[in-house]
């Protein structure tokens, strides 16, 4: 099974703040990778998909990057809205392998 | 408007079983591929089956392999799955998601996402 690393696991930013999350594969998956933001109590929701396409509606300020094994998540200027749980997920083999997730509090 | 709605989840013994149901509506059901992803409680997602548009390829993670059954049926628009031997471990919220492909491919993403049927395996 692919593993997949998330690097932090938690992080305390202000509203304005530039935040970047990592998501490294235990093996190479070219661009198969989706970013996901969940809200407590909420269902999971799509961001990025293919390691860099922004999905339907999500804002301009989310971003991705990345191919092979390391990825990056980028928030460009953090809103109240963001503060939330990130996970990072490869869908380049099954079974398909979630990242443990990034907590984004409020500092 | 896509809509997908779980039913079915509940407490239930160890060793016990359950049927989880997740009706589909907004959205073409027989073209896509289907899965389902469950949380326990302050853990993070956990892939758990996928099945092809068509029912024909079906894909599980090793800790469900031989209790779980996932199912579909097209006609109907609904996605199951069959959980047997339930142990403690199972104890989740089950999501089911839509697929953005017909097939459990390379280029998938889980697009959409229903709210969640909670599963308590509990004596």
């Known amino acids: 099974d692919i593993q997949m690393t998330q690097s932090p696991s938690s992080l305390s930013a202000s509203v304005g703040d530039r935040v970047t999350i990592t998501c490294r594969a235990s093996?190479?998956?070219?661009?198969?990778l989706n970013w996901y933001q969940q809200k407590p109590g909420r269902a999971p929701k799509l961001l990025i998909y293919?390691?860099?396409n922004l999905q339907s509606g999500v804002p301009s300020r989310f971003s991705g990057s990345g191919s092979g094994t390391d990825f990056t998540l980028t928030i460009s200027s953090l809103q109240p809205e963001d503060f939330a749980t990130y996970y990072c997920?490869?869908?380049?083999?099954?079974?398909?392998?979630f990242g443990q997730g990034t907590k984004v509090e409020i500092k | 408007e896509v809509q997908l709605l779980e039913s079915g989840g509940g407490l239930v013994q160890p060793g016990g079983s359950l049927r989880l149901s997740c009706a589909a509506s907004?959205?073409?059901?027989?073209?896509?591929?289907m899965s389902w992803v469950r949380q326990a409680p302050g853990k993070g997602l956990d892939w758990v089956s996928g099945?092809?548009?068509?029912?024909?390829?079906?894909y599980y993670a090793d800790s469900v392999k031989g209790r779980f059954t996932i199912s579909r049926d097209n006609s109907k628009s609904t996605l199951y799955v069959q959980m047997n031997s339930l142990r403690a471990e199972d104890t989740a919220v089950y999501y089911c998601?839509?697929?953005?492909?017909?097939?459990?491919?390379?280029?998938?993403?889980?697009?959409?996402w229903g709210q969640g049927t909670l599963v308590t395996v509990s004596s």
């Open positions: 293919a390691a860099s």
């Open positions: 997920q490869q869908s380049y083999s099954t079974p398909r392998t």
């Open positions: 998601a839509k697929g953005s492909t017909a097939g459990i491919y390379v280029d998938e993403n889980f697009d959409y």
């Open positions: 099945i092809s548009d068509s029912g024909g390829g079906t």
């Open positions: 907004g959205f073409t059901f027989s073209s896509y591929a």
């Open positions: 093996q190479s998956i070219a661009s198969y």
